[in-house]
């Protein structure tokens, strides 16, 4: 992908794998291998690294990165606990560096023009928060590391309903508290269902419930459906729909639809969706400016902490966790 991009090249990769990066090369023969990071970030001159890595590394690599001043994307989840981040945040407080967290979601049309919507504020106050995250990928035990909870961090809540949590934190603000149960069915070390209830920091509650053992949803699907004293808006992977009971800061009364095609933006170069070409733009365009981008490590620092806090109250029976908010 970044490769496809007119303001950079790829010049070289790091993977403990021989074989993959051998399969690299036969479409990039210049590219430059290495088996180890660390080498490869003592051998070249980079401009910036996506860090496309087991959970657990993240934060060990982002920190070599750190060191040699090389500013990083680096793919979701930040790391398996929020305790994990702690020292990069320190060091990217000490000496800021441009860096980012793979949570592409927010490039996606439509949850763009849900973001909008709700920054507009024509609902009025919110009430009421109903959310979900399903996909049909899992009906037996898994294999990998995906699956081991020490190097992932858990199940489905923090692999694909981190999207979602990101997503609700960049719409509605911090999460203050949670309660939450998770479920395991088909793995043995990590759950394969979760639901929680949240209450935000602006006083909007509600809940949301996450499966990768649903049938019958192929690819991944968020829903966002949140009520307000003035209507309803609800966003999904496929439109945004808006009901309001009044007109209001320049949303007609009754319903508004917009669908995907209706909201698509062209790109470049499309590799899996147009939203994984924005988030790389994004991020090298902020290094080539030399500024920050909102989606960073401490945007999804605390995106693991309502992680953490939903497992730390589903071992307590789902008693309330209240999130600190500290990083």
Same mark, same amino acid.
């Given at each position: =992908?970044?490769?496809?991009?007119?303001?950079?090249?790829?010049?070289?990769?790091?993977?403990?794998?021989?074989?993959?990066?051998?399969?690299?090369?036969? *479409?990039?023969?210049?590219?430059?291998?290495?088996? +180890?990071?660390?080498? =490869?970030?003592?051998?070249?001159?980079?401009?910036?690294?996506?860090?496309?890595?087991?959970?657990?590394?993240?934060?060990?690599?982002?920190?070599?990165?750190?060191?040699?001043?090389?500013?990083?994307?680096?793919?979701?989840?930040?790391?398996?606990r929020a305790a994990d981040a702690r020292e990069l945040l320190l060091k990217l407080a000490e000496a800021p560096l441009t860096n980012a967290v793979?949570?592409?979601?927010? $490039?996606?049309?439509?949850?763009?023009?849900?973001?909008?919507?709700?920054?507009?504020?024509?609902?009025?106050?919110?009430?009421?928060?109903?959310? *979900?995250?399903?996909?049909?990928?899992?009906?037996?035990?898994?294999? @990998?590391?995906?699956?081991?909870?020490?190097?992932?961090? @858990?199940?489905?809540?923090?692999?694909?309903?981190?999207?979602?949590?990101?997503?609700?934190?960049?719409?509605?603000?911090?999460?203050?508290?949670?309660?939450?149960?998770?479920?395991?069915? $088909?793995?043995?070390?990590?759950?394969?269902?979760? $639901?929680?209830?949240?209450?935000?920091? *602006? %006083?909007?509650?509600?809940?949301?419930?996450?499966?990768?053992?649903?049938r019958h949803y192929r690819t991944p699907e968020i829903s966002i459906d949140v009520h307000g004293e003035n209507g309803t808006l609800t966003v999904? +992977?496929?439109?945004?729909?808006?009901?309001?009971?009044?007109?209001?800061?320049?949303?007609?009364?009754?319903?508004?639809?917009?669908?995907?095609?209706?909201?698509?933006?062209?790109?470049?170069?499309?590799?899996?969706?147009?939203?994984?070409?924005?988030?790389?733009?994004?991020?090298?365009?902020?290094?080539?400016? %030399?500024?920050?981008?909102?989606? +960073?490590?401490?945007?999804?620092? $605390?995106?693991?902490?309502?992680?953490?806090?939903?497992?730390?109250?589903?071992?307590?029976?789902?008693?309330?966790?209240?999130?600190?908010?500290?990083?």
């Open positions: =992908m970044v490769n496809g991009l007119k303001s950079a090249d790829v010049v070289a990769a790091a993977d403990p794998a021989r074989d993959l990066l051998q399969a690299l090369q036969q *479409s990039m023969p210049n590219l430059a291998t290495y088996e +180890d990071h660390e080498q =490869m970030l003592a051998s070249e001159s980079l401009d910036a690294a996506v860090i496309a890595a087991p959970n657990d590394l993240h934060v060990a690599i982002s920190l070599a990165c750190v060191a040699k001043r090389v500013p990083f994307l680096v793919e979701k989840p930040l790391c398996p793979g949570y592409m979601g927010r $490039h996606v049309d439509v949850f763009v023009k849900g973001k909008q919507i709700v920054q507009d504020q024509p609902l009025g106050k919110l009430v009421h928060l109903r959310c *979900s995250m399903y996909v049909g990928q899992l009906f037996k035990r898994g294999k @990998g590391w995906r699956y081991e909870k020490d190097k992932s961090g @858990g199940g489905v809540l923090i692999t694909q309903n981190s999207h979602l949590l990101d997503h609700l934190q960049w719409y509605f603000g911090p999460v203050e508290w949670v309660s939450g149960h998770v479920k395991s069915w $088909h793995s043995t070390q990590v759950e394969d269902f979760a $639901h929680a209830y949240l209450g935000f920091k *602006s %006083g909007l509650t509600g809940y949301l419930d996450a499966s990768w053992s649903i999904t +992977d496929d439109a945004v729909r808006l009901f309001l009971d009044r007109e209001r800061n320049g949303y007609p009364a009754g319903w508004s639809t917009w669908r995907k095609p209706d909201l698509y933006r062209p790109v470049p170069i499309d590799v899996g969706g147009p939203e994984y070409t924005r988030q790389d733009a994004e991020f090298i365009n902020a290094v080539a400016a %030399g500024r920050m981008v909102a989606c +960073d490590v401490r945007s999804a620092y $605390h995106v693991q902490q309502v992680i953490d806090a939903v497992y730390e109250s589903s071992a307590a029976g789902g008693r309330r966790v209240v999130i600190s908010g500290d990083a």
